[in-house]
């Protein structure tokens, strides 16, 4: 007991103390192992590459440069064509002009309903202006190259059905009507023998091989004109009934040119609903087109339809 009268306080053992806890493993790292691991399969890559690199060029030396066949010159008769007026070539010319030429030229061949300038070539009063005169191969050769600013070239139609096309004109519209109507070519010009180009030359058509890869990309070149050629046709066709709204679509084509095949496509089709979709896309169609009110959009659409199918 203290001094002061107080009940001593119980002593009571310290508490011990919590254990220290063990060091954490340390982590299994090796940067120089990991290195060489990664050297190694740079190696092993690099190694692979050029083995097979020396293989492919050593096939190629022992081969060759690569040669793709050039495309075949088609062997066209003129004198031949020129000659055949029958009645079956004047129905089949008569089928072509009403599809291809009658829009520029009228149902008759001596009006301009589109109202071009320079206008369309009066068949029943005007002369030819080519270089050729008035026969049927200069006619031909029109067709064949184009003239002028609105005279297409139709070097997609075969040359029989633009010797069709020729007769026809020639045998409806401008005999008996045209002063200038030639029964023949003039003399001085060269009608190309069946397998000589059209130059005149007299050696049998025999282009050079061209380079690798030229043929193909000539002939989708070729394929992409023929195809803005058609895409021009069916508007100008669609042209005859002229709106703003054509107009926009026509400025839409030569602007985005994949996008008026889509069109065209889609108005042999007759899918209306497409031509729709593809007019009122942003990335497909013009500000224009996708700003038009639904109801000139339908009857545009119609009236491209209307243009592709007669």
Known sequence: ???HGEKPVPAHSAAPAPA???PAAAAASHPVLWTVCLLGISLVIAWWFARWYGIG???ARRHGPLKLAAPAAASIDHKALVADRSPAVLDRGRALYKDKCASCHGPEGDTNP???NPPARNFKAEAMKNDLGQGPYAFYVVLDKGYGAN?????????ADRYAMVHFVRETFMRGNNPAFAEADDAKVVIPAAG?????AK???K????PPVRPLMAAMAAEAEAQIARVETWLTKAAATPSPALTAVRRLANDKPAAGVRLLAAAEAKDQTALIAILADADLGSPETVLLPGGERDALAKALIAAAVR
């Open 151 to 159: 005279m297409p070239h139709f070097r997609t139609v075969p040359p």
């Open 196 to 200: 000589v180009v059209a130059t005149g």
């Open 57 to 59: 060029a050593e096939e």
């Open 207 to 210: 282009p050079a091989a061209p």
């Open 203 to 205: 050696t049998p058509v």
């Open 20 to 22: 220290a806890p063990a």
């Open 1 to 3: 007991m203290s001094s």
């Open 114 to 116: 589109l109202a071009m």
